[in-house]
């Protein structure tokens, strides 16, 4: 039972390219294992060049995995059937741009095998869904980025997916853009569709998705469900207190020692310390006694963007440049 | 007989032979579409046309009875060239400009299989090389009409055999595009051409006593191994037959459209083979 409901499970894919004169080989993905069970959804997330629309490409079967194994719907990516239950939004998508939003819509649906009535009534509903009613007998060649990642989202969805697959699908759109695409994709989740989606705005990931895979460099470095990852339940308080100048260094001093605190940033007289809540009560008695100041408390949790620089970023030498891992091509 | 997906309110019908020759009509469909659309296709056809029609000024130079003569040699000519030209120009860019543009990538994770799309890609652009032939002709009857000719059963026999050595280059050039670039295909492509051209005029230079193929041994493996991989198109070229009057047998048709028809499924089927493999990077 477990199992019928894996719709995706990759099991230690990895590709190696050869690239170059002399075919250097390039490793862009390496033991990538991970399941998305029915209705989930799962952050795909990773520097540039980590290798997440390698993945995405091998899990569509556009490019042959070297190693490895892909379930798709519990089939080869190669099977038809398998595809036909994945709406996919390219990065950066790209339709032949003598094509209207109505046409590319209809070329799609076509491809599906949607008999014509179902095609002339779900395409303009999906287009006005996405905000494009007013375009839809337009060519795409004066489109902006936005709109065509509209018309991308559209065709996503025309033949009503159970699992969408989505590459950076927030990229190119303004703020409003952005907004409704993402009240979109949470209303798609409501509706119980499963969700693959790699971005770098890394909030989104977090507003959306019940689990994260965070690749760096073709390998995975951290991955399972955020609530885990990003240590929710531990309770951690984040304190600014300003040290009066004459007795600074033995403020601190007391400051540090109580148990947890831990100095996360220093601004001349100004303290950023982070600390269990239950030692909240400990520092506010030590700040009076220290005559010093609480300028600002607040309940602190890790975000995924502080998970995502620990576990990508994690080599980074004095001249900002990211040194590179033992074993790799770079 | 099609089965069909039904999938929660709506019903995918993507299985069985009737949904496969939808999904490559619809990419032979819109390849049509496409290629209608370049100017580089339209730039020939216009030129051809103006070039018909300045034959019969031409004619006009000629002597009295080589005027009709002089107008049926110039389209028996220049008709396939520009065809061959143009299934060249469009062939070589064919698969290249569908992963250049990025389109392929939002097409294939459809549910439709390479090889449906490689084969509407290369139906589409045949309807549209068998359009620019018809309509050629057309002009060309058009043409000798006005000189006082007729466009008889021999003329159309030409320029169906013209059609399978069309259709030869067109397979060629998809093999090519799948496998390369653009320039490279191209010029591959044109070199198919040019050597299928001359294959017999190869064959005579190794069964004469004297000369560089029937001389040098490494010119005679290569003239050996030319006449076999390059297909023979003279066998597709009937104008020499009909400037000198030989009607030619009705089995020289079929044996000749056989013999085209099977490289040209020789072609697609390597093409298929090479797409079905690639990485669509």
Redesign the interface.
Known sequence: MAEQDDILALEHLGKT?RVGFWGTKVQAVRDVSLVLKRGESLGYLGPNGSGKT?SI?CI?????PTVGKIRLFGADPSN??A????G?L?E?????D?LTPREVLD??G??????GS?RKK?IPMLLDRLGLSHAMDRELRGFSKGMLQRV?IA?SLL??PDLLIYDEPLSGLDPIGRKEVRELMAELRREGKSLFFSSHVLTDIETLCDAVCILDRGEVVAQGRLSDLLRMDKLESEALVELPLDTLETAKARLLALPGVELTEELGPVLRLRLPTDVVPGLTAAVVDARATLRELSQHRDSLEELFVQKAVHMVSSDGQRAPKAGSPE | MSVQTTHDKLTLRIDGPVAAFSRIFTVAGNTLREAGRNKLFFGLLGVTILMLIFSVLLSDLALADQKIRLVTDFGLAVIPLVCIATAVLLGAVLLYKEIDRKTLYAILPKPIRRSEFLLGKFLGLSLLLFGQLILLAVCWAGVLHLRGGTFSMALAQALGLNYIEILLVTSAALFFSALSRPVLSGVLTLGVFLVGRITYVINDLMQATKGAFAEVPAMRALGRVLVAIVPDLSTFNIADELQAGVSLPPDYFVHATLYGLSWVGFFVALSLIVFERRDLV
């Open positions: 390219f390698t490409k569509l079967s556009l490019i042959q038809a059937a595809r036909a239950r994945v996919y390219p950066a998508p790209y339709f032949y003598y070329y799609v076509k491809l599906y095998g949607l008999d179902t779900r991308g065709q033949s009503d």
